[in-house]
């Protein structure tokens, strides 16, 4: 249905449909440490089972935790023995239910459905398909003119220098909304009281996620690739381009924050370099091999959502902005920084 509804195509799309994943998947929650054995009308909007499937055998167990694989075996403890049949005829039917609801989605994106045609997805409709995000970036556009300053400095430094900044300017014109999102992040890590800085780092570092995720493939879903790579430098500047500005447009958006905490504490400053750092090569790796940034940006919101989720785990704590992250995994992370950008190096040379 995304696919197919042009309203519902842009990235805005993208981080709407990861919104509805995640509410459909919270249902789940509504069981974890309660008493509730009844069947609620809102299990029919679970579409993956797990509520129907812990609701059912909770119906044959004493208490609310419980665990399938993952504790002790105790070999005194009587067997538990399940009846043949489990699922009573209430669940199965809103199991029906929840199928016949899901079909919904279908029914919309087969009326609609287009296959990119254009006698189907007509040019009128075009001006139609401005969603909020592309709204906002209207209104934004006069901001652009403060990029100009960018573009100058770029003529007057050719070479590496001069193509990021270019770069940069000319990924913030196409977004000249995220001006006004820099400038926003910025004020609120000056004024925020330190231990609020973890809440707008991650803030911030959700932004800039959703902005970068798009910058390795947009060449390619432009159709002007050969001209990016006859850009002095070739194909291997162009990749490592991407990735320059997805750091330089992190460190704009979390850089007060940065300085804050390298004056408080300097291990959270080092977990949201090395972050901000894997992040970035990351988007360029996998943009570069899939032509496409929803595949980073699927991973970016799983990854932000989980991480919310399971603050305490090291490992989960890329940007430092739980306070779980040590020096082990901010080295990891930029290990694995420097190995996503030789891929996508090799990568890009192969198809090149």
């Known amino acids: 249905m995304f696919d197919s509804i042009p309203v519902l195509m842009g990235k805005s799309g993208d981080v709407l449909y990861f919104i509805l994943w995640v509410a459909q998947t919270s249902i789940l929650a509504q069981l974890s440490g309660g008493v509730q054995s009844a069947i609620s009308l809102v299990f029919m909007f679970d579409f993956n089972g797990l509520s129907a499937a812990v609701l059912c055998f909770k119906s044959f167990v004493s208490g609310n935790n419980f665990a ?3 504790g002790t075996f105790d070999a005194k403890l009587a067997p ?3 009846p043949m049949y489990i699922w009573p005829a209430k669940l199965i039917m809103m199991r ?9 989605p279908l029914l919309l994106a087969a009326l609609c459905f287009h296959r ?3 006698d189907r997805l007509k040019a009128t409709r075009v001006t139609e398909r401005r969603n909020l995000l592309a709204t906002l970036h209207v209104w934004s556009r006069p901001l652009s003119r403060q990029l100009t300053p960018l573009y100058v400095w770029a003529a007057q430094h050719p070479g590496r220098l001069g193509q990021v900044l270019a770069e940069v300017a000319l990924s913030l014109n196409c977004a000249p909304f995220m001006l006004l999102v820099i400038a926003v992040t910025m004020l609120a890590a000056g004024v925020a009281p330190a231990n609020e800085l973890a809440t707008v780092s991650l803030w911030s570092a959700a932004a800039w ?3 970068v995720s798009d910058l390795a493939s947009r060449h390619v879903q432009a159709g002007i690739v050969p001209l990016v790579e006859s850009v002095h430098g070739g194909s291997d500047r162009a990749y490592l381009r991407t990735w320059m ?4 447009v992190g460190l704009l958006m979390v850089g007060v924050a940065l300085f804050r905490l390298c004056l408080s504490s300097p291990l959270f400053a080092l977990a949201l370099v090395c972050g901000m750092l894997f992040l970035s090569a990351l988007a360029s790796c996998v943009g570069t091999m899939t032509r496409t940034g929803r595949s980073f940006l699927t991973m970016f919101l799983v990854w932000l959502y989980i ?13 430092g902005f739980n306070r779980a992250a040590t020096m082990g995994t901010s080295l990891m992370f930029a290990s694995i ?6 891929a996508g190096l090799v990568w890009n040379r192969r198809r090149a």
Do not use: E, H, K, W
């Not at 500005?245 to 330089?248: K, R």
């Not at 991480?307 to 940007?319: E, F, G, R, W, Y």
């Not at 920084?337 to 030789?342: P, T």
């Open 307 to 319: 991480s919310t989720q399971a603050p305490n785990i090291a490992q989960l704590d890329v940007l």
């Open 80 to 82: 538990l023995t399940l």
């Open 245 to 248: 500005v997805s750091v330089t």
């Open 96 to 104: 029906a239910l929840t199928a016949l609801i899901a079909l919904l």
């Open 209 to 211: 996620g959703i902005f």
């Open 337 to 342: 920084a420097v190995a996503a950008l030789l």
């Open 68 to 70: 399938i694989g993952g």
């Open 116 to 118: 990119y045609s254009p």
